[in-house]
T-cell receptor
Framework: GESVGLHLPTLSVQEGDNSIINCAYS??????FIWYKQESGKGPQFIIDIRSNMDKRQGQRVTVLLNKTVKHLSLQIAATQPGDSAVYFC????????????FGAGTTVTVRA | KAGVTQTPRYLIKTRGQQVTLSCSPISGHRSVSWYQQTPGQGLQFLFE???????NKGNFPGRFSGRQFSNSRSEMNVSTLELGDSALYLC??????????????FGSGTRLTVV
């Protein structure tokens, strides 16, 4: 069956360092992936997305990498700031699950000053 | 433009009662999906509505139901509440559905506590 998971439930990062959050997925037919950030008391907020025909996409301070060979997705945050402290979710969708978004368990990122 | 609006933000209900939650999507968005978020299970898909029709349903009991109105606003209802229904209920709005859907915007959620 399909599942989307994150390698580590928590990540502690020094302010100014780069962060890497990982996600493994099992559905090789997934065609679209999204990273969300969820701050306390708020709903998930879109960060960046990538389609399966790409292997890298960059945004402002964030980069998503997709490795379809090993079914791995990562989110890189450059120069991590205190405002980056949140829970990060990866989500995937594909034809096999009728294009519903399926979410991983989340990684809690804490930025140390 | 206005984001996804969910009301109410917080609810406290007693076991056995029923509850109705509301979601107003982004203007022009026709798809509304509902998710349940709990610490143990994460984000679980409940259902999706598109053009007033339920397009998809997750693995939840029949106590969970929903509907969508002609203005795309959606409601979800939970009957005969159980303690385990305590969760954050999130609504996600999208312009399209299916393979052409690349935009999901979440509301801030309704925090339901069942006592």
């Amino acid at each position: 069956g399909e599942s989307v998971g994150l390698h580590l439930p928590t990540l502690s990062v020094q302010e100014g360092d780069n962060s890497i959050i990982n996600c493994a997925y099992s559905n090789s037919a997934s065609d679209y992936f999204i990273w969300y950030k969820q701050e306390s008391g708020k709903g998930p907020q879109f960060i960046i997305d990538i389609r399966s025909n790409m292997d890298k996409r960059q945004g402002q301070r964030v980069t998503v990498l997709l490795n379809k060979t090993v079914k791995h997705l990562s989110l890189q945050i450059a120069a991590t700031q205190p405002g980056d402290s949140a829970v990060y979710f990866c989500a995937e969708r594909g034809r096999s699950n009728d294009y519903k978004l399926s979410f991983g368990a989340g990684t809690t990122v804490t930025v140390r000053a | 433009k206005a984001g996804v609006t969910q009301t109410p933000r917080y609810l406290i209900k007693t076991r056995g009662q029923q509850v109705t939650l509301s979601c107003s999507p982004i203007s022009g968005h026709r798809s509304v999906s509902w998710y349940q978020q709990t610490p143990g299970q994460g984000l679980q898909f409940l259902f999706e509505y598109f053009s007033e029709t339920q397009r998809n349903k997750g693995n939840f009991p029949g106590r969970f139901s929903g509907r969508q109105f002609s203005n795309s606003r959606s409601e979800m209802n939970v009957s005969t509440l159980e303690l385990g229904d305590s969760a954050l209920y999130l609504c996600a709005s999208s312009p399209r559905t299916g393979v052409g859907n690349y935009g999901y915007t979440f509301g801030s959620g309704t925090r339901l506590t069942v006592v």
